[in-house]
């Protein structure tokens, strides 16, 4: 039913929903009554096994919220541990929502707790640093998953509040980022508008199997080739953490548009594969993504 009634309110109206989380002491109260004062419906510290029962509300005949802010973090104990069941089930319901992660350096972290005299949600001592290490083992999950990610360490109650209203909040209201992704061969020149480049040509070359070189990255022994080489798992990896960390950055600079060039020596075999791992890579992230093999028309 959450399904079926969240995507015909998706449709008609859009329900925009957004998760505040990350570390103790880092500002999440603050993000939160940011949301609040720009119209949110906020629920701070609600039980991960609560929200789509929420949203299920949300979308019934009538509803007047159309725009939610949840606090998720470590002091739903047990519930905090279902979590990341909870946003996978989400994804598959096609239920469309972004992270806002909120986190600052461990000697902050301390200085804060100390400041308002609070003891850490995860120990029951006084060791603060020792609960801010276990919560950054507990949290890593999300903040490695998050749409975006504020280091609160150098900034004053203020900035962080301008930071959010300013670039997180104004720019959920906008269009989301729209992304082009594009293989290319360095013999033919890079595309003059690409943002990012990168160059594929360290990876084995298809070209150089006979039965192969005839044929492009869209069949299916091509890309078994690449993908089967210990050189291009590694490199998926790495390039999909860099997008994961620039991406959101870019938002909140203001930036609406990407495009990405993935460029191999001919740009038939190895960045076509490559190019068509990334755009299944962002689109699974919840980007607006298109793909575009140049070389191949």
């Known amino acids: 039913m959450v399904r079926k009634k969240m995507e015909e309110r998706k449709e008609e109206e859009g329900l925009r929903t957004v998760v505040i989380t990350g570390l103790s002491g880092a500002g999440r109260t603050l993000a939160m009554r940011c949301f609040e004062d720009s119209g949110y419906f906020c629920i701070d510290n609600l039980p991960s096994s609560l929200i789509l029962d929420l949203l299920d509300i949300c979308s019934l005949p009538g509803s007047k919220i159309d725009k939610l802010a949840l606090v998720l973090d470590v002091r739903g104990r047990y519930f905090f541990d279902q979590l990341p069941n909870i946003l996978r089930d989400l994804k598959e319901k096609n239920i469309d929502y972004q992270i806002l992660f909120l986190w600052a350096n461990d000697e902050t972290l301390v200085k804060?707790?100390?400041?308002?005299?609070?003891?850490?949600?995860?120990?029951?001592?006084?060791?603060?640093?020792?609960?801010?290490?276990?919560?950054?083992?507990?949290?890593?999950?999300?903040?490695?998953?998050?749409?975006?990610?504020?280091?609160?360490?150098?900034?004053?109650?203020?900035?962080?509040?301008?930071?959010?209203?300013?670039?997180?909040?104004?720019?959920?209201?906008?269009?989301?980022?729209?992304?082009?992704?594009?293989?290319?061969?360095?013999?033919?020149?890079?595309?003059?508008?690409?943002?990012?480049?990168?160059?594929?040509?360290?990876?084995?070359?298809?070209?150089?199997?006979?039965?192969?070189?005839?044929?492009?990255?869209?069949?299916?022994?091509?890309?078994?080739?690449?993908?089967?080489?210990?050189?291009?798992?590694?490199?998926?990896?790495?390039?999909?953490?860099?997008?994961?960390?620039?991406?959101?950055?870019?938002?909140l600079e203001g930036k609406n548009y990407l495009k990405i060039a993935i460029g191999c020596t001919g740009g038939r075999h190895r960045s076509v594969v490559i190019a068509r791992e990334i755009f299944n890579f962002l689109k699974e992230k919840g980007y607006e993504t298109t793909i575009n093999h140049r070389e191949l028309k």
């Open 112 to 251: 804060r707790f100390k400041e308002t005299r609070r003891t850490h949600p995860l120990v029951k001592n006084a060791d603060v640093s020792e609960g801010i290490r276990i919560e950054k083992e507990k949290m890593k999950f999300l903040r490695d998953v998050a749409d975006i990610v504020i280091d609160t360490s150098h900034l004053t109650p203020m900035e962080l509040k301008n930071r959010i209203n300013n670039t997180i909040i104004l720019g959920l209201e906008r269009e989301r980022m729209q992304i082009q992704v594009v293989s290319f061969g360095y013999s033919l020149g890079i595309p003059q508008d690409a943002d990012l480049v990168m160059d594929v040509r360290f990876l084995p070359n298809p070209n150089y199997v006979e039965s192969l070189r005839l044929k492009s990255g869209l069949d299916k022994e091509v890309y078994d080739f690449v993908i089967s080489k210990k050189e291009t798992e590694r490199f998926l990896k790495i390039f999909s953490k860099l997008l994961s960390y620039t991406i959101p950055n870019y938002i």
